[in-house]
């Protein structure tokens, strides 16, 4: 009997719930209602966790490595506590794609042993978990980017990231779920379902990083990377307050992980980091860097991690609305805040209009459905999957022609030269704006991905973090009768619930300019003492 694409879904989510030890599922009696809708605390809690084990998994990454390093800790305690939490994370959130748990147990002791025998750890990551999004291909592992005919399809080769991180020493334990194709800003699909936010269950945690950002959100990864093609690490970052670098293509090695639109180069996909502080956000790009991937990725620049001096006073266009759609109002207040408290430090802070952004997402949006969705449905008859309702502007796609093509990244090229020129003539640092209209938002209602999806078809570098400042249901609520920007607007500033978001952290967008991975990082440190938050 022919099984359906509902029958393959379902017994691929048995599967990765059996594979989490029975002593890692939580009991019945302490397992957290519906109704709680932050859960971030249970590890703490809820006793189901030793002391040895929120230890390590609350630890930095300095930390981590020292104890690891100096023998202090085992690295195969560590990889257990944060498989365990990662698990537990799952059963509260629907994060995970798959486990490794045995084999993270079985490398981190190959690692304890080679320190035991030789004194010297194997690279500078020796014994730290980390975790990957769905995309990053295992050997042996399923990538299924959401899609029930990749079910049972295991990957025969490394992603060259993974490659560089084993080698590096790390320890990888989940891969963590996404969008169809990694291309919705929520992480929901037909064959896992939805990733919920761990902070609040009833809102998005992004996407399509979202399995990423609720584990590190959760405390189940210190260390998590995820892929941005339109905004898929900052988005998610932000809906859970957290950080992540987005870099410009070539800096960090790409070359085979896997993608729902293969062979789509007109918006380059990049893949970066997603930690709980911009230290750790650090130590992965100068790591990654350094281990020169260019000779393993054709691709990737060989450019090492440079040291940059910004100054104690930078110069940065602030960007209140990108023309399209009016941040939310949490939104708008943390960006307020954070224009006062820089310009109290001696920063300089200069209003920068949003031209461009609009045609610049209207290219964005063509290059995403130019091959009329082929790709996406190829991979979808196979086993008669439909299309998502979040994925209608694929399901009704046409196909364009190559001189049509042409003419689309010839007007990119144009739109890049042409912003490029007015920031060198502003004499611009960086550019301070929101990362995303909401702080979070109800399942189902992430609409706009307008203030990430510019910088990717731009290609500049950019840090979501933090802005220091929480949704307030009081000083949030929503305003009447303002004159909206867009159709897009109107429906996001109807939908706006100020209760629903009460409590959620705001995070800001800092960018640099093409290729200043370095730079954006340093600025973002710049600014957060500026706005006395941690960096």
């Excluded at 590096?168 to 169809?180: E, F, S």
């Excluded at 110069?315 to 759609?325: A, F, S």
């Excluded at 209009?353 to 130019?370: R, T």
Aim: hydrophobic share 40%.
């Amino acid at each position: 009997m022919t099984r359906t694409w509902q029958d393959i879904a379902k017994a691929k989510q048995t599967a990765l719930l059996d594979s989490i030890p029975p002593e890692w599922r939580v009991p019945t009696d302490i397992m957290p209602p519906d109704s709680q809708l932050d859960v971030t605390g249970f590890p703490r809690d809820s006793g189901f966790f030793t002391k040895d084990e929120l230890k390590y998994t609350t630890a930095k990454i300095p930390e981590i490595l020292q104890q690891i390093h100096s023998k202090a800790w085992k690295a195969v305690d560590v990889a257990q506590a944060f498989s365990k939490r990662a698990a537990v994370c799952h059963q509260l959130t629907n994060c995970l794609s798959e486990t490794l748990f045995p084999e993270a147990l079985e490398r981190a002791k190959f690692l304890d042993d080679h320190l035991q025998k030789t004194g010297e750890p194997i690279g500078p990551l020796h014994g730290l978990p980390v975790s990957l999004k769905d995309n990053f291909n295992i050997i042996g592992k399923d990538s299924t980017l959401g899609f029930v005919s990749w079910v049972g399809v295991p990957a025969t080769y490394n992603t060259v990231l993974v490659d560089v991180l084993l080698k590096a020493g790390a320890v990888l334990y989940v891969k963590t779920n996404v969008p169809t194709a990694m291309m919705i800003a929520e992480s929901v699909n037909n064959t896992f379902g939805r990733t919920v936010n761990p902070l609040n269950r009833k809102l998005t945690s992004g996407g399509s990083s979202g399995g990423e950002s609720a584990l590190i959100a959760f405390g189940g990864s210190v260390l998590g990377v995820g892929t941005d093609i339109g905004g898929s690490l900052r988005i998610p970052a932000a809906c859970t307050g957290i950080f992540t670098l987005r870099p410009s293509f070539g800096r960090f090695p790409t070359a085979n992980a896997k993608s729902g639109l293969a062979g789509q180069e007109a918006v380059n996909s990049v893949n970066g980091p997603m930690a709980r502080t911009l230290d750790d956000i650090e130590f992965f790009a100068k790591n990654v860097v350094n281990s020169e991937p260019w000779k393993l990725d054709p691709k990737c620049l060989p450019i090492s991690w440079r040291p940059v001096d910004v100054g104690r006073k930078l110069r940065l266009g602030v960007i209140w609305n990108d023309g399209i759609v009016v941040p939310t109002p949490p939104v708008r207040r943390a960006l307020k805040h954070a224009v006062e408290k820089l310009q109290e430090a001696g920063h300089e802070i200069v209003d920068w209009e949003p031209e461009l952004h609009q045609e610049a997402m209207d290219l964005l949006a063509q290059f995403f459905v130019a091959d009329g969705a082929k790709s996406v449905r190829d991979i979808l008859a196979p086993v008669d999957e439909p299309f998502r309702e979040e994925m209608l502007p694929y399901a009704q796609a046409k196909e364009i022609g190559v001189h049509e093509m042409w003419q689309l990244q010839a007007k990119r090229s144009k739109l890049c030269k042409d912003y490029l020129d007015r920031w060198s003539q502003a004499g611009l640092d960086g550019i301070l704006c929101p990362t995303t209209p909401f702080a979070s938002v109800e399942h189902g209602k992430f609409k706009h991905v307008g203030y990430t999806g510019v910088f990717n078809i731009l290609d500049y570098s950019a840090v979501s973090f933090p802005s220091g400042i929480y949704a307030d249901s009081e000083l949030d609520k929503a305003e009447t009768g303002i004159k909206t920007l867009s159709q897009m607007d109107a429906q996001i500033q109807a939908e706006y619930n100020a209760g629903a978001v009460h409590g959620m952290p705001v995070s800001l967008q800092l960018i640099a300019s093409r290729l200043e991975e370095e730079k954006a990082v340093a600025m973002t440190r710049v600014v957060l003492e500026g706005l006395g938050v941690a960096a």
